[in-house]
């Protein structure tokens, strides 16, 4: 239901911008999380916006990453300054979503996400 995409290959200290979206219209976008996947490793939380805008990042982004939305758009991003190679990994999103139909808010499913390369 949701869909990462924007990522890629870019070299150190580069950046990227992911973007977060559905194609179905009836689900509204609120509480979104970024997290990502390296290779061997848990997958972990990047960052955490609200409908409202409120933000929280992990301590290994913070001053790098920037988490915003667009809600006209019902689209989220994750505006990656400063890229390392630390930063590889497959970065997906989740959110609760509204089904707008209906009123009732759930968890979206996870979905594919996108991979981000970072080489040194």
């Known amino acids: 239901q949701l869909q990462a995409s924007g990522g890629g290959l870019v070299q150190a200290g580069g950046s990227l911008r992911l973007s977060c979206s559905t194609p179905e219209r009836i689900f509204r976008i609120d509480s979104t999380g970024w997290y990502r996947q390296a290779p061997g490793k848990q997958r972990e939380l990047v960052a955490h916006i609200t409908r409202d805008g409120a933000t929280n990042y992990a301590d290994s982004v913070k001053g790098r990453f920037t988490v915003s939305r667009d809600n006209a758009e019902n689209t989220v991003y994750l505006q990656m300054n400063s890229l390392k190679p630390d930063d590889t990994a497959v970065y997906y999103c989740?959110?609760?979503?509204?089904?707008?139909?209906?009123?009732?808010?759930?968890?979206?499913?996870w979905g594919q996400g996108t991979l981000v390369t970072v080489s040194s």
């Open positions: 989740t959110a609760d979503i509204m089904d707008l139909r209906v009123g009732l808010k759930r968890a979206a499913s």
